[in-house]
């Protein structure tokens, strides 16, 4: 998953959860708050009239404390001390009148009553008849400490359900509505944050290919902006670095090359000269021998040079692979016999051919093969060549049983002047520029070559180059 859907799923959830437990919290804050002043109100009423009827306790004031209770949503009575209705503030259904009973009832049955009790008994109902919840509460009527009989009044909290309705629509509302806005706001942050990373993501890869002409897009002036200035410097540097290092190879070998040339060609003749003797033959031989070695490394080193300069062309041709591999094979005979290896060759079809620089790539395969021979001590190694069916591709692979090489190392096989065997010098080895210079010929020809390798079991090179129209069949 990418970053800034990861940075968009994780700002996200935590504004949904935020937002949620906000709208929880001021909902049940709000209906708490209403409810328990409803009922303490309900209650302090309840109170109030049981008061003022114990105090006085005749029909006026009933009838007055009824009157201040005739409203629609209140149901108001008082019960003797059988429970039988004796007034009502207004006309009640009989069956209801009855459930009042029996609610009644059960209080005196289950709780303790006492003259000292100001405090009402308040439940909360909901009935069939009655969908709405409702408020119930009972305070005994006590003259001269005996009861005479129960205040009972009923709040339908219709006004409470409505009003819990509109505060949850409110809230509802309020909370799509930052919700929309944060995602906006998450939305713009993650493509202002992850956009420049993306950016620089992009460059960095580049650089690693070696393109440092790829500019990074100025920023904001911020930490971000601030990074991207770093790479896009860290960029020059390498890129004069890399300018520098060419011409530094390019110079050198060139430099070098010609008093190598003098040396070498004079090393030979004071060995072949008969009249000198056998120790002056024997350094000069030495010499002759290192000079040689030395001009290996140079003109590698300049070979190198050129590709990494583009200044290497091309000249492909039509070659038939069977041909051109027995050529190949012939520079190895001698050195496979010495170190009793086998070189096989399988191929499907001895006609096939292929179009690239036979040269350029027999100088590859070359390459893979001394570094098998080199590895393989008393071993196979084989050289496949196969096409695939539309015969858009050929495929060479030289495979060898030898020491292998560690997985760590793989990808580092192909810098220059890089040996996986850290002892191995190029008197035992080769220069270190082979496998630079051969990855430079395959990527020159549009090709891929990789590298498969387990220690103690052997090493796989593949080399894959692009056919076109040009090659047919003989």
């Avoid at 020059?236 to 060139?254: A, D, G, V």
């Avoid at 004079?266 to 030495?286: F, N, P, W």
Wanted: hydrophobic share 40%; with cysteine; aromatic share 8%.
């Amino acid at each position: 998953m990418k970053l800034s859907s990861k940075l968009a799923m994780l700002l996200v959830i935590s504004l949904l959860a935020t937002i949620l437990t906000m709208s929880f919290t001021f909902y049940i804050q709000s209906k708490e708050f209403y409810r328990d002043h409803l009922t303490k109100q309900l209650e302090h009423r309840l109170v109030a009239h049981a008061e003022s009827i114990e105090n006085h306790f005749v029909i006026d004031t009933i009838l007055h404390v009824l009157k201040m209770e005739k409203e629609d949503t209140v149901n108001f009575l008082l019960f003797d001390e059988d429970l039988n209705p004796l007034v009502m503030a207004q006309p009640i259904d009989s069956d209801l009148i009855e459930v009042y009973h029996l609610w009644i009832e059960q209080i005196i049955n289950t709780t303790a009553l006492h003259p000292n009790i100001k405090q009402p008994i308040t439940d909360y109902v909901s009935i069939r008849e009655h969908p709405i919840q409702h408020i119930w509460s009972m305070k005994p009527i006590y003259v001269n400490e005996r009861v005479k009989g129960y205040l009972f009044i009923d709040q339908d909290m219709r006004e409470f359900e409505t009003t819990k309705n509109n505060i949850l629509q409110l809230v509802f509302i309020m909370s799509i509505i930052i919700f929309i806005i944060g995602l906006l706001f998450v939305l713009y942050l993650t493509r202002v944050l992850t956009k420049p990373l993306q950016m620089m993501g992009k460059a960095t890869n580049q650089i690693a290919q070696g393109n440092f002409e790829y500019e990074i897009q100025p920023t904001a002036n911020d930490e971000v902006g601030r990074l991207a200035q770093d790479i896009q410097q860290m960029s020059n540097q390498l890129k004069r670095y890399n300018n520098t290092r060419k011409e530094f190879l390019s110079h050198i070998s060139h430099d070098l090359r010609t008093p190598l040339t003098y040396v070498k060609a004079y090393a030979a003749l004071l060995k072949d000269r008969e009249e000198s003797d056998t120790l002056c033959k024997k350094q000069a031989e030495m010499i002759y021998k290192q000079a040689k070695n030395m001009e290996v490394l140079v003109n590698d080193l300049f070979e190198l040079a050129k590709y990494e300069e583009g200044n290497i062309q091309l000249h492909k041709d039509v070659v038939n692979l069977y041909s051109w591999f027995h050529d190949l094979k012939l520079d190895f005979d001698l050195k496979l016999q010495q170190e009793n290896i086998r070189l096989k060759l399988e191929i499907e079809n001895n006609e096939w051919s292929a179009f690239f620089d036979k040269e350029k790539m027999k100088q590859v395969v070359k390459n893979l093969i001394e570094n098998s021979i080199r590895y393989t001590p008393n071993g196979e190694i084989q050289v496949r060549i196969e096409k695939n069916e539309q015969m858009q591709h050929l495929e060479i692979s030289i495979e060898d049983n030898g020491q292998g090489i560690p997985e760590n190392e793989l990808p580092l096989i192909w810098e220059r002047f890089y040996r996986v065997d850290k002892s191995r010098t190029s008197k035992n080895g080769g220069s270190g520029l082979g496998l630079a210079i051969v990855k430079h010929i395959v990527e020159l020809h549009g090709g891929t070559i990789t590298v498969e390798s387990k220690p103690g079991f052997g090493t796989i090179f593949t080399i894959v180059l692009p056919q076109g129209t040009e090659v047919k069949e003989d």
